[in-house]
């Protein structure tokens, strides 16, 4: 399975144990900064993973049973006991099955440091959809700059994302000046090089509820401290993408830097993009895509993407490279050259990349750009122009000197669009949404082209002045505040040929942000457990708490992830998930990019 | 040059790289255009000073340029020509320095920002003065602008220092302020001025 495919070089690396005593003492020292007083644990390079390494997860496997038509009632016995079941492991403090109601509610609870923050200020910009929820809270940039490890907020912090050279110069830090953090980032240093020494790598060291994770690459290191408890390899996969957004600012070219001189600086080359980092950062938090490895499209008729990917491709036959166009973090539609495929992950870092950066609203620009996992060796030149508040188009080409072609083509492809009315569609799928679990419909859809809006089949009237995240003010009456049919929260289906996903709208009960963050980090752990290296893959899980009833399917073809209400009855959930799974495919032309070029690596 | 075969109406006055405009003597001498770079230090507010020239708006809020941003601005000269200013507003940061090349080649003008409350920007400056002197086309434009001139109370760079070494230069100088918009039209309407005119044929 392609999502395997980022985390298992870790593998590779695996070797030795650290777990001797001599060396417990000096990390433990080194970690004395941190002032953590419970006894640190380094955990040693094992295969299995940490999420799901013991007995109360149920391991049962349907082996033998490759294909699913249906996800049945009678398939029943393999999701194992309603306990909840607790993704616990040696030494993982935190997290304890039976104990899961308090440990939840620490973790998750709007405690969390960016909690704190939600109030300070509202942005002006709060208009449609969950990202909008969000961004709306969220204050982009770096802050608390006056901090450094000195500090008692600063060591508060929940979470903390550091990059550093192998000379423990520091590169960035979340929080607090990076200058000021040259003692810490040396201490960073000296633990990684302290295990290389020893002909081994450190992977994790867990000290109390904090995790610490290192990702060695070449000359960089990055570092996550955090006491979110999100799984050790959801934590890496975010590191891998801090890393990826560096290289897509600079290119892997980088690393002469370092050969030239072990002592180089990289903070300069990397001013004025703390926003770039800390909005991605962010997204850990609110966008699936970092953590399932997949896009996801605006829904749009199925004639409208058509009628945008017709001009893109012809733009991208007069020598573009990659040719997309974009809402937000959606996709409207994109074109490759031939066999240039774009992926995922570069689609996240890309258009981060694009929406932190506040200059590309300002007039249209032309942009040195890297695509981490398309070439990390070198530079494109990225024409970037918005088309409107939201909606924006890049332009990809390997050379320097095309920028009036770029201009040219956007000046075609905008008339084209405007033509087409594919903008206004786009404006009207931004107010409408995308799929809410209140419209799951009951029986499959009639197969017919004049379908409503995503099977939709509430009045055109009432849409206007809905707000996705807003829907008590739809007429609704059997679900209003209680999400949809049989206790469904909220789903996000991934495609795995396609390499999209689809995710339902946020609804009542799920209306805070930090609700929001919180069902996130649950489908992380449930991703995470089910593709456990050591134990996994796994086929389905069901798993509930005093939070949630979570269900994940996994097939060859999708991955479907669904929340319910805690009290939901488990053979209604189960065929609740087999008609979400119907629906997406009613609705398949309208939520996903079809016939685009191979995307699969 | 590569793209310019499918552009016909552009193909005649191009030479190379993202040279739309470096030829100012154009079939037509009452309307000039010309290619113009800003260059300075990240900060200096060589984006305001476009801003305010080409949208008469001023942002407090600073706002990174990302590579380079283009926009154009026309104006109209007494002597009834106008200027059509093609403007490729460059980053500051340093990781877009070696790229600089890209931006200026081919320029008619370049417009290097310096911010008088900053002597390192004042510095930058003259390291892109010699970089223009070496590797910037011939008979290129050369303005020196001392931004920020609303905040006299901080001043570092004294004006006598910018208008000596403007005139070593041989370069226009002018103090502007791109939050009162003090100097911002004239700097431009100097610039115009300045251009070689075509020849009538």
């Keep these: 399975m392609s999502l395997d495919s980022i985390s298992s070089s870790s593998s590779v690396d695996e070797s030795t144990g650290l777990n001797r005593n001599s060396d417990l003492e000096p990390v433990d020292e080194q970690f004395g900064l941190l002032s953590l007083t419970e006894p640190v644990e380094l955990e040693p390079n094992r295969g299995n993973g940490y999420g799901v390494a013991n007995g109360s997860l149920n391991r049962e496997r349907s082996n033998g049973e490759e294909e699913y038509e249906r996800l049945t009632v009678q398939n029943r016995e393999i999701f194992g006991d309603e306990r909840p079941s607790s993704p616990s492991s040696s030494g993982y403090a935190g997290e304890r099955g039976s104990s899961s109601a308090s440990t939840a509610s620490r973790i998750d609870g709007a405690s969390e440091v960016d909690g704190d923050e939600i109030q300070e200020v509202r942005n002006d910009c709060s208009l449609e959809g969950f990202s909008d929820t969000q961004a709306s809270a969220w204050v982009p940039g770096k802050r608390h700059v006056d901090e450094d490890d000195g500090s008692i907020s600063w060591r508060k912090r929940k979470k903390h994302f550091f990059i550093l050279s192998n000379s423990g110069k520091p590169i960035y830090s979340r929080y607090g000046d990076e200058h000021k953090l040259a003692g810490f980032s040396a201490t960073l240093q000296a633990i990684i090089s302290f295990v290389e020494n020893g002909g081994d790598r450190v992977k994790l060291v867990k000290a109390g509820k904090h995790q610490v994770v290192f990702l060695v690459k070449g000359p960089i290191y990055l570092v996550c401290i955090s006491c979110t408890e999100e799984p050790f390899e959801s934590l890496k996969g975010q590191l891998e993408l801090i890393y990826g957004q560096m290289i897509l600012i600079l290119t892997k070219s980088i690393n002469r830097c370092f050969e030239k001189n072990p002592k180089f600086d990289m903070t300069p080359l990397l001013r ?118 939201d909606t924006y188009l890049i332009l990809l080409t390997t050379r320097s000197d095309a920028f009036y072609h770029l201009k040219d083509c956007r000046i075609r492809i905008e008339l084209v669009l405007s033509k087409s009315n594919v903008l206004s569609e786009v404006q009207r799928s931004m107010i409408d949404g995308g799929m809410h679990v209140e419209d799951l419909p009951l029986d499959p859809l009639p197969r017919s082209g004049s379908s409503p809006h995503l099977g939709q089949q509430r009045l055109p009237t009432d849409s206007p002045e809905r707000l996705p995240t807003d829907s008590p003010k739809r007429p609704r009456e059997p679900f209003i505040g209680i999400g949809g049919p049989a206790g469904l929260w909220h789903f996000i289906y991934r495609s795995i040929f396609l390499e999209q996903y689809v995710s339902s709208e946020f609804s009542p009960p799920l209306s805070s942000p930090q609700q929001q963050k919180r069902l996130y980090r649950a489908y992380q752990r449930l991703h995470d457990s089910m593709h456990d290296k050591g134990i996994g893959p796994h086929k389905t899980q069901f798993r509930r708490d005093e939070n949630y009833v979570l269900l994940c399917w996994v097939t060859q073809d999708f991955e479907l992830y669904a929340a319910f209400d805690p009290l939901a009855d488990k053979a209604v959930a189960i065929k609740t998930c087999n008609r979400v799974c119907q629906w997406v495919k009613d609705v398949e032309n309208e939520i996903f990019l079809q016939g685009a070029s191979p995307f699969s690596w | 040059m590569g793209c310019s075969s499918s552009l016909p109406d552009r193909s005649s006055g191009r030479s190379t790289g993202l040279n739309n405009a470096d030829n100012p003597e154009g079939p037509d001498a009452k309307n000039l255009r010309v290619k113009l770079v800003l260059l300075g230090d990240s900060g200096v507010g060589k984006s305001c000073i476009v801003l305010r020239f080409v949208r008469g708006q001023f942002d407090p809020t600073s706002k990174v340029t990302v590579g380079a941003s283009f926009l154009s601005q026309t104006i109209a000269l007494q002597d009834s020509t106008t200027v059509k200013f093609e403007i490729w507003d460059t980053a500051g940061q340093e990781r877009y320095a070696a790229l600089a090349p890209l931006y200026y080649r081919g320029a008619g003008v370049a417009v290097i920002v310096y911010d008088i409350t900053s002597p390192e920007s004042f510095t930058k400056a003259q390291y892109w003065v010699k970089e223009l002197q070496k590797h910037g086309s011939p008979g290129i434009v050369m303005a020196l602008v001392g931004n920020k001139a609303d905040l006299q109370e901080k001043r570092e760079v004294p004006v006598q220092d910018g208008i000596d070494y403007a005139e070593k230069n041989g370069m226009f100088f002018i103090e502007t302020s791109a939050k009162t918009a003090d100097n911002i039209n004239q700097l431009f309407e100097e610039i115009a001025k300045r251009l070689p005119r075509p020849s009538p044929s």
């Design chain 1, 272 to 389: 004025g993009t703390d926003v770039v980092f800390s909005s991605l950062i962010h997204s850990f938090s609110w966008n699936p895509a970092t953590f399932i490895h997949a896009y996801t499209c605006l829904p749009l008729a199925y004639a409208t993407r058509q009628a945008a990917g017709a001009i893109l491709q012809d733009v991208a036959d007069s020598g573009v490279l990659f040719a997309i166009l974009m809402c937000k973090h959606k996709v409207i539609s994109l074109v490759g050259a031939q066999k240039a495929s774009l992926h995922p992950d570069d689609m996240l870092l890309l258009s981060n990349f694009v929406m932190s950066s506040e200059s590309f609203r300002t007039a249209e620009s032309f942009s040195p750009i890297c695509l981490p996992r398309y070439n990390p060796m070198a530079f494109l030149y990225a024409y970037v122009n918005f088309l409107d508040v």
